[in-house]
């Protein structure tokens, strides 16, 4: 009972982090309208189709992500971006169960309770929270859950649950590896090489045959990250010093004390796979890179404040000292009601009928992926096609009169409105900020 105390709290935060954005329109179609439109795609029994990212684009093609098709059945009951928001706030939510029963069965019903709120709250989850949706929130549970096994000596379990973490996401292979290496240390040998074996194949599969397979250009597109050009390998791997303030940021919440269980190296095949990475992106402690380490850490902390049992003073005030940090670094949520501006934006929007095909800017698309089949503002023209007179592949366009400059800066995003008329757009609809053109032949 206790171990789910934290569970609903979790949510409700969770919650009020993401939904509000999407009613106030600062979600985005990258890249909460791009799982849309893989999970409308599985509703509908079909290919997860993702045409922001291009036309008749199988997201498979991207990454390898097929668990997302979970959610497929509840998509089809609540269709809508909001749903996979709050799947998202449920998912990591949920992920406290575990993590709190760990923590009351080695600490106590207080302290325990204390670090599975102190986990919920934490900064990795609800960045992830407030940056749209993705497909790494199916695999914050099972890492949770995996990682207590281990802790707690139930090794086939604990693999039983990082398994399905291979459909998650083909990063998600390092986990796994390291869940192996560790199964290894701990005289587990023959399941733990097997463990690593089975990451190793797959993860080699996935991205040297099936993504390829189902990508345009037949390609792992996320391939040169991963390429080494002769420079030091070990500059490369821990410089500049951002990537050591994203570790002393993910290590933080636990007080550093995760760093006392042998389970926080589960997490260095994950980060160095990262810092390898040429793209800031992911070395940055913002995003949701850093999701599936939490539960990691957290179950490091308890693992760590367990071994720590004879210094009586330091287990019971950290879990504390962690839930009143965790409480301090949490974002306020905006509560606030859209004002009347969204509402007079929804209703130009409105003006686009249901199935229409729809160039729509990066920040409107998730109000339209819901009914219409919607391309990303301004790449509108054909394979091919150039110029001002293409036929362009949408018949409407919806775009902001003040752009955001994604995906391409602001300028070039006015100079394409500005030539919209000259290829046989008109304005049918303006208001809160939205104008929307509707194309015609002749």
């Known amino acids: 009972m206790f171990s789910w105390l934290p569970v609903l709290p979790a949510a409700l935060f969770d919650l009020a982090l993401s939904l509000p954005r999407q009613w106030r329109m600062e979600t985005t179609g990258f890249d909460l309208g791009i799982f849309e439109q893989a999970v409308r795609g599985y509703a509908g029994l079909g290919a997860p189709v993702a045409t922001l990212k291009a036309t008749g ?12 098709a979970v959610l497929a059945p509840v998509y089809r009951l609540f269709p809508g971006a909001a749903t996979l928001l709050v799947v998202q706030a449920l998912l990591l939510a949920l992920s406290c169960g575990p993590v709190t029963g760990l923590a009351v069965q080695r600490l106590g019903r207080g302290r325990g309770v204390a670090i599975g709120l102190a986990y919920g709250l934490s900064w990795g989850l609800w960045t992830a929270d407030r940056f749209d949706f993705h497909e790494v929130a199916l695999a914050v549970p099972l890492a949770a859950c995996a990682t207590v096994a281990l802790a707690r000596e139930r090794y086939r379990t604990a693999v039983s649950w990082a398994v399905p973490l291979l459909l998650v996401k083909e990063d998600q292979g390092l986990l796994l590896a390291g869940i192996g290496v560790y199964l290894c240390w701990r005289g587990q040998r023959r399941l733990g090489a097997a463990t690593v074996l089975l990451a190793v194949a797959a993860t080699a599969l996935t991205v040297l045959v099936l993504v390829p397979a189902l990508n345009p250009g037949g390609e792992y597109s996320y391939g040169a990250n991963g390429a080494w ?18 570790v002393a940021l993910l290590l933080a ?35 949701h890179y850093n999701a599936v380490l939490m539960p990691v850490l957290f179950v490091a902390l308890v693992d760590g404040l367990h071994r720590l049992r004879d210094r009586r003073w330091l287990s019971r005030r950290a879990p504390a ?28 929007l409105a003006v686009i009928p249901d199935g229409a095909s729809v160039a729509a800017a990066n920040r409107l698309a998730p109000q339209l992926t819901n009914r219409c089949t919607v391309s990303l503002f301004p790449f509108l023209t054909a394979p091919g096609a150039a110029g001002p007179s293409w036929r362009p592949v ?30 046989g757009y008109r304005v049918v609809a303006v208001g809160g900020g939205v104008t929307v053109y509707h194309w015609r032949a002749g």
């Open 57 to 68: 684009f199988d997201l498979l093609g991207d990454h390898f992500s097929p668990l997302l």
């Open 229 to 246: 050009h002769g420079e030091n390998p070990l500059g490369r791997l821990l410089l500049p010093g951002l990537k050591w303030q994203t």
């Open 253 to 287: 919440p636990t007080l550093f004390l995760a760093l006392r269980s042998p389970l926080s190296l589960l997490a260095v095949l994950p980060l160095a796979a990262r810092f390898w990475s040429p793209s800031e992106t992911y070395w940055e402690p913002t995003h």
């Open 321 to 348: 000292a962690a839930l009143l940090l965790a409480l301090a670094w949490a974002p306020l949520p905006c509560l606030s009601p859209p004002g009347p501006q969204l509402a007079v934006a929804r209703q130009t």
């Open 394 to 423: 949408a018949e409407w366009v919806a775009v902001l009169d003040d752009p955001d400059g994604f995906p391409v800066p602001t300028d070039q995003q006015r100079a394409a409105q500005d030539g919209l008329p000259q290829a």
